[in-house]
């Protein structure tokens, strides 16, 4: 006799049911129609968002924020695996372009929303969250459409530099939020901790990934399995001691190339399981972010913070330029790239949920999410192609 199916199997067929549709979409999206296959995972998302599928999700907890801070912690590591802090020594315009963006970032957003009606107390942390860019869609994008070139390496550095400051700033500031304090010394603590803890972690991934691939190949799949098991080891144990998970597998990677400055294979290796797990946290954050209602004063203040953060990057870029070694351009094309949001900006959003007040903090932030994870996917797309950089079939240089 076939028993009738339990109402607790419904869930995994259901998100088995998304990620397969998810996976014919994006597959659609970049043969069909030569856009990046996470703009077809985000769509899919955010049905599944509409339809109620990510409400039970969030605040996002257990193994399902384990799941998303693994998968941004791989693409973070890898991230910081590419960027060479020697770089810095020869072009320091890099980051100085990269604090200028960030900074007037946050401040654009913090005066501007206030002006449009959000308090002062949720307004910082919308800040930090806009300050990020999202180094995990970008790198999607590029792989995607096979870029390379000065724009391309730049927008994933000022990204992955971005991401790294808001990182630091943001779970200092959860921790403020919860216990606030009329202390200076009450404000530095949390960032102080946050930094060590998170160099620490990142300081014995580092040891442990250098001496296995000393010991394995770095072709092999099976290394790309440990290096896989280690970061997500990090992921839980950073957390766990009041670090940042993803911000220690990007400590990481920026250590790792700098010990060892040839690129990593490793990823390769990965295949389908990267793969995969990048299809998930795409998916899981358009369907966690749709859930979200556009109601009220909401729909006014996430265009705000849109305009505004765009504007302030493209400002802080443009400013950074001088001196740089780039054309005009190349810097509004590297700009362009800067607007995706994503998964990043979601686990940043993640601590303030269970704080008083963090209701309006959440309401604003994950509609701008989705809004950016979709249109910040075309923005990078169609400023690489613009840039001559992509080299997908649609990547037709337009610039002389």
């Excluded at 607790?8 to 088995?16: T, V």
């Excluded at 910081?80 to 970032?105: C, D, K, Y």
Aim: contains cysteine; aromatic residues 6%; proline residues 5%.
């Amino acid at each position: 006799m076939i028993e009738p199916l339990a109402a607790s199997h419904l869930p995994a067929i259901q998100w088995s049911l998304v990620l397969a549709l998810a996976a014919l979409v994006g597959y659609a999206c970049q043969r069909q129609l030569g856009l990046p296959r996470v703009l077809g995972y985000a769509a899919v998302g955010s049905i599944a968002g509409f339809f109620g599928l990510g409400a039970a999700l969030w605040p996002l907890h257990g193994p399902v924020l384990l799941l998303l801070e693994l998968g941004i912690a791989v693409v973070l590591f890898e991230c910081g695996a590419r960027i060479n802090v020697r770089w810095f020594v020869h072009n320091p315009m890099v980051l100085v372009q990269s604090v200028l963006e960030a900074s007037l970032t946050y401040a654009a957003v913090f005066y501007g929303l206030q002006a449009v009606g959000v308090e002062a107390r949720s307004a910082g942390p919308l800040g930090l969250i806009a300050m990020a860019a999202s180094p995990v869609l970008l790198s999607r994008v590029i792989a995607d459409t096979r870029a390379a070139g000065a724009v391309t390496d730049r927008a994933l550095t000022l990204s992955t530099l971005s991401t790294l400051y808001a990182l630091v700033l943001s779970a200092a500031k959860a921790q403020i939020f919860a216990n606030p304090q009329e202390s200076l010394w009450h404000d530095i603590t949390p960032v102080l901790q946050v930094l060590l803890v998170s160099a620490v972690v990142a300081g014995v991934l580092f040891a442990l990934i250098h001496a296995v691939l000393r010991w394995m190949s770095p072709l092999s799949q099976n290394t790309a399995i440990v290096l896989l098991a280690l970061i997500a080891a990090t992921a839980a144990s950073a957390s766990g001691l009041g670090g940042s998970a993803p911000l220690a597998a990007l400590l990481a990677g920026m250590v790792l190339k700098f010990f060892r400055p040839q690129p990593l294979p490793w990823t390769q290796a990965l295949g389908s399981i990267s793969a995969l797990l990048g299809m998930v946290v795409f998916v899981l954050v358009a369907a966690v972010a749709a859930h979200a209602p556009w109601t009220g004063s909401i729909p006014l203040a996430v265009l705000a913070l849109v305009g505004l953060r765009l504007v302030a990057k493209t400002v802080g870029i443009g400013l950074g330029h001088w001196g740089s070694h780039t054309h005009w351009r190349q810097t509004l094309w590297t700009a362009c790239t800067m607007a995706p949001l994503s998964a990043v900006a979601l686990i940043m959003t993640v601590p303030f949920t269970t704080i008083s007040g963090g209701e309006t903090i959440a309401g604003i932030a994950l509609p701008t999410i989705l809004l950016m994870e979709l249109l910040g996917a075309m923005a990078a797309t169609w400023a690489l192609r613009r840039a001559g950089e992509a080299r997908d079939t649609l990547g037709v240089r337009h610039d002389a």
